[in-house]
């Protein structure tokens, strides 16, 4: 009886929602100026809490359940018009296109404008745009660059399965040649590029729009990204004045909480929003556990018609479990776990213990200025700081951590790690100290940037924009002894001033140095836009200085501990013209080529002082042809694409068979990256929308590599029995560019 209640309970409410849905109103917002659409719009019944978003060609569709009433469409920046309706004797009506106009009294979303949002038929870029809505609808817990794994192009993985270890690569190209902005500041690691996405858990809460932008992409700020560039653009003031409190659960433990509030445009020119959440779980893959809380706090004031403050922090202090040890497929199949088996964790005084894992937090902060000079001219400023501790875990000594045989160290051929029996040897060993020890390689940093733009119609038909990018950037890199695992104290001869030191848990070992990057950036760009035809050209100048400071490899009495600044100059050149030949066909070309510096450790080779003089920055030349289609219900984006790397640098490790580690520093490689993308989608129905994209990559290292010296852990050159260097040869001419699937579609 109860079930049979429960369903004509469920029957009932259905009824009555059909009862109650009296009709759907549609329409299509567009920029009063120029026409231009308008994606993320809202679109709210009056007195109700009833609302959409426009979508990327400015169209919406929202049901009413009244017929008559009004709506009230609002964007940043705009006048908010309220638009009646009257559903009477009809079941649809469409507003037809709605013009917002400027509003110079509104309180713009004061961030840098760098960020260069491309837009659609008229930006001469590859470009795909993902709305707040998608991005609350379908990434749940999913880590953030998830989202972005059915557009073309791009290939997203979460690695080794733990919290915030997601990568992402774009047209085969990985984090490290991808510029990540966030509301127009750059995030990629200053010496190596990479981007850390568990520094940045929060910004799903936040997030207003994510767009990327493949190949050369319409950022302006002097930043060469050679696969894309991801723009991220958090809420800001333009949130309505209310919020929310969100709850998640789902497998293994995974539980998320937070709350969202803005006050809005408050009579006295303020407008705040906070958002706060926390994150944790025990992870899909075995000895992943996580905890994660993220802050966002946004604090704006218009001073007056021509200025405008804005203050933005955000961040995500976490710990996670990681899988860093890659197994082979035959271990996942003889392994009780399969596909959750992580040999990278164990057990401690029947407490948990992550072997490898990894905990950091890196705040960001700016100050955002927007200055309206006159009705022509605009210059935009921001001046941010980031400071960030952590690093990530691992074990240094001898190596008891073997898997995949019978070893008294680990609960069968891969279970959990016996610490305690490895604590019995560290004892047992007593005043020789300890044999094996858990240890935390950090890496913390203090990041100051500024970035100004200015931006002016200098005639009716061309724009100009020039600017400024400073950063300064200082990294401290040192290992840590986290637990001697019963011991008194470890041996380390790393050190110069203290050879044979007697380090204790806390005590920095191994290796400890300072590196220095200092980057001075312009960039300029000119923009044409008449009727059906819009052309860009763009210049940009930088120069990277690089700076070491060795505490470990020298004396205190030796000048050669820090060395001088190295610099490296580049200079980037790119253009593009689209053309609609009507109000449903575009195409667009765009070829450019730039230059950028080696990353810090092709510059210091072997982690000493010794400055490489075959360091060189690397070039690359990218060209593109697009086709767009844009119907009543179908659209569709064809791109296809050329891009040749040279003088590629890498670092790569590994360990031989008697778990010996090895480092080797690969320089001049070059790679070819061809490739074709298809985007489409279509929308029979009004109720339903299909989305479709296919990815054909044609990806190849273009040369082979012949003397690459070989170093040991303690940062040595290996040398033959003779005393001549030990030098291997990289023959990959030809093979395909891995870590990425070459041909994708969804």
């Known amino acids: 009886m109860k079930k049979i209640t429960s369903s004509l309970t469920l029957v009932f409410l259905l009824l009555t929602?059909?009862?109650?849905?009296?009709?759907?109103?549609?329409?299509?917002v567009v920029d009063g100026e120029n026409g231009t659409p308008l994606p993320g719009v809202n679109v709210v019944v009056e007195g109700t809490t009833n609302g959409v978003s426009t979508d990327f060609d400015g169209m919406f569709t929202i049901q009413v359940v009244e017929n008559t009433g009004s709506v009230r469409v609002s964007y940043v920046g705009f006048a908010p018009k309220i638009i009646p309706f009257d559903l009477s004797g009809q079941s649809v009506i469409d507003l037809g296109s709605i013009e917002l106009e400027m509003d110079d009294n509104a309180l713009?979303?004061?961030?840098?404008?760098?960020?260069?949002?491309?837009?659609?038929?008229?930006?001469p870029v590859a470009v795909s745009t993902i709305k707040a809505e998608t991005i609350e609808n379908q990434l749940g817990n999913q880590e953030f660059p998830e989202i972005l794994k059915t557009t073309p192009g791009v290939y997203a993985t979460r690695?080794?399965?733990?919290?915030?270890?997601?990568?992402?690569?774009?047209?085969?190209?990985?984090?490290?040649?991808?510029?990540?902005?966030?509301?127009?500041?750059?995030?990629?690691?200053?010496?190596?590029?990479?981007?850390?996405?568990?520094?940045?858990a929060g910004l799903s809460d936040v997030a207003s729009s994510m767009q990327v932008q493949r190949g050369l992409g319409a950022a302006m700020i002097a930043l060469p990204s050679i696969g894309g560039t991801v723009n991220i653009v958090t809420k800001s003031t333009d949130i309505a004045k209310g919020g929310n409190v969100m709850m998640t659960t789902g497998n293994d433990?995974?539980?998320?909480?937070?709350?969202?509030?803005?006050?809005?445009?408050?009579?006295?020119?303020?407008?705040?929003?906070?958002?706060?959440?926390?994150?944790?779980?025990?992870?899909?893959?075995?000895?992943?556990?996580?905890?994660?809380?993220?802050?966002?706090?946004?604090?704006?004031?218009?001073?007056?018609?021509?200025?405008?403050?804005?203050?933005?922090?955000?961040?995500?202090?976490?710990?996670?479990?990681?899988?860093?040890?890659?197994?082979?497929?035959?271990?996942?199949?003889?392994?009780?776990?399969?596909?959750?088996?992580?040999?990278?964790?164990?057990?401690?005084?029947?407490?948990?213990v992550s072997i490898e894992?990894?905990?950091?937090?890196?705040?960001?902060?700016?100050?955002?200025?927007?200055?309206?000079?006159?009705?022509?001219?605009?210059?935009?400023?921001?001046?941010?700081?980031?400071?960030?501790?952590?690093?990530?875990?691992?074990?240094?000594?001898?190596?008891?951590?073997?898997?995949?045989?019978?070893?008294?160290?680990?609960?069968?051929?891969?279970?959990?790690?016996?610490?305690?029996?490895?604590?019995?040897?560290?004892?047992?060993?007593?005043?020789?100290?300890?044999?094996?020890?858990?240890?935390?390689?950090?890496?913390?940093?203090?990041?100051?940037?500024?970035?100004?733009?200015?931006?002016?119609?200098?005639?009716?038909?061309?724009?100009?924009?020039?600017?400024?990018?400073?950063?300064m950037y200082k990294g401290e890199h040192y290992q840590e002894v986290v637990d001697l695992l019963?011991?008194?104290?470890?041996?380390?001869?790393?050190?110069?001033?203290?050879?044979?030191?007697?380090?204790?848990?806390?005590?920095?070992?191994?290796?400890?140095?300072?590196g220095f990057t200092n980057w001075a950036g312009f960039f300029a760009q000119a923009e044409y836009n008449k009727e059906a035809l819009s052309a860009v050209i763009s210049v940009a100048g930088s120069n990277t200085a690089y700076k070491r400071k060795d505490f470990f490899n020298y004396l205190d009495s030796d000048p050669q501990r820090e060395t001088d600044w190295i610099n490296f100059p580049a200079f980037s050149t790119k253009g593009g013209v689209n053309y609609r030949f009507d109000t449903q066909n575009n195409v667009f070309a765009n070829i450019g080529y730039f230059e950028r510096a080696p990353f810090n450790d092709a510059v210091f080779q072997n982690f000493q002082n010794d400055v490489n003089a075959d360091a060189?920055?690397?070039?690359?030349?990218?060209?593109?042809?697009?086709?767009?289609f844009r119907g009543s219900n179908f659209r569709a984006d064809l791109n296809v694409y050329r891009t040749k790397w040279m003088d590629r640098t890498f670092t790569r490790r590994f360990t031989d068979p008697n778990?010996?580690?090895?480092?080797?520093?690969?320089?001049?490689?070059?790679?070819?990256?061809?490739?074709?993308?298809?985007?489409?989608?279509?929308?029979?129905?009004?109720?339903l929308t299909l989305t479709g994209m296919v990815s054909v990559g044609d990806w190849k290292w273009d040369n082979d590599v012949i003397d690459v010296p070989i170093f040991d852990e303690n940062q040595n050159q290996l040398v033959d029995d003779e005393g001549e260097p030990v030098l291997v040869n990289v023959l990959i001419d030809g093979l395909k560019v891995g870590n990425s699937a070459q041909t994708t579609f969804a």
Not at 164 to 183: H, K, P, Q, W
Not at 378 to 401: C, I
């Open 486 to 514: 019963g011991g008194l104290y470890y041996i380390d001869d790393n050190d110069e001033n203290d050879p044979n030191k007697l380090v204790r848990e806390g005590d920095k070992f191994s290796y400890y140095d300072f």
């Open 17 to 28: 929602a059909f009862m109650q849905a009296q009709g759907t109103i549609r329409g299509t």
């Open 616 to 628: 060189e920055n690397q070039k690359i030349f990218s060209a593109e042809l697009g086709y767009g």
């Open 659 to 687: 778990d010996n580690q090895f480092t080797a520093n690969i320089l001049g490689i070059d790679a070819l990256h061809q490739g074709v993308e298809l985007e489409m989608q279509y929308r029979p129905v009004e109720a």
């Open 159 to 200: 690695g080794g399965g733990g919290f915030g270890d997601a990568e992402l690569r774009i047209r085969g190209f990985n984090s490290e040649n991808v510029a990540v902005m966030i509301n127009g500041i750059p995030v990629n690691d200053m010496e190596n590029g990479r981007v850390y996405w568990s520094n940045w």
């Open 357 to 471: 894992d990894n905990f950091y937090h890196k705040p960001q902060m700016s100050l955002n200025h927007y200055w309206t000079i006159s009705d022509k001219s605009s210059l935009s400023s921001a001046v941010y700081y980031s400071f960030g501790t952590g690093g990530g875990g691992g074990w240094s000594g001898e190596n008891k951590f073997q898997y995949g045989v019978n070893s008294a160290y680990r609960d069968g051929l891969y279970g959990a790690v016996n610490l305690d029996a490895i604590a019995a040897d560290n004892q047992a060993a007593g005043i020789n100290g300890s044999e094996t020890i858990l240890r935390a390689s950090r890496n913390n940093h203090n990041w100051l940037g500024a970035l100004s733009q200015f931006n002016t119609e200098i005639s009716e038909f061309i724009d100009f924009t020039g600017g400024i990018d400073l950063r």
């Open 253 to 352: 433990g995974y539980t998320k909480y937070g709350f969202t509030l803005s006050t809005g445009l408050l009579e006295s020119d303020w407008a705040a929003t906070v958002s706060l959440s926390r994150t944790s779980g025990n992870g899909f893959v075995d000895g992943t556990p996580f905890d994660a809380y993220s802050y966002f706090v946004n604090v704006a004031k218009k001073i007056n018609e021509n200025h405008e403050l804005s203050f933005t922090a955000f961040g995500a202090p976490q710990r996670h479990g990681q899988r860093q040890n890659r197994l082979l497929i035959d271990d996942y199949r003889r392994s009780p776990s399969g596909i959750k088996t992580n040999v990278d964790w164990g057990y401690r005084n029947g407490q948990f």
């Open 108 to 123: 713009d979303e004061v961030i840098v404008r760098s960020y260069s949002l491309a837009i659609d038929r008229k930006t």
